[in-house]
């Protein structure tokens, strides 16, 4: 059965695509390569570094990035597949992170200064990685998203509580998209991203 993917969105907290685990992508095709292109235009349409398939409501193992921001440095720009990280160090620095899940929300979050990676590339080659500062932070973001995990699953006490409000704001606009019929029911979202792991 062929299934028709809508043009991508960005999903915001609390959507069920979030933490929703992200199945290892099998092959690549052209309907791949053109999802890729989106989600680079969407990271661009909105300043991000860095955008994870469950934040457009795909649960596959894939983010794109580019660690030099906008679209003037496109030749930095990278798309990687099934990543894992393989080794992190160099100790945990801080730093100030946001999420486009999550607009407007910056809190720090120690991450591991570098990490080895591997992933696959577009052209269904195996890549070995080794990212350090900005980018090994990008890095730790984007994979965490692949397992359903959050960077607000790593604020500080003070970070959380001076998030909270935030927080609850997001809920309850997504509560309300919910009750004015502009977003389905989370049972039926569950549904679909289960039919959609199928086609990773
Ligand atoms: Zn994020």
Known sequence: MEIVLPPLKIVKYPHPSLRHKGRPVTGVDAKLRRIAEEMLELMYAHKGLGLAAPQVGLPWQMFV?????GR??????????NPFITEKSGGLIEGEEGCLSFPGLFQKVKRARAVKAMAYNLEGELLEIEVSDLSARIWQHETDHLHGELYIDRFSEAGRAASRAALTAFEGEYRQAQERGELQADTEIERQLTELEKLA
């Open 72 to 81: 003037e440095n496109r030749d930095m720009e990278a798309v990687y597949l």
């Open 65 to 69: 990035c580019n660690y030099a921001g």
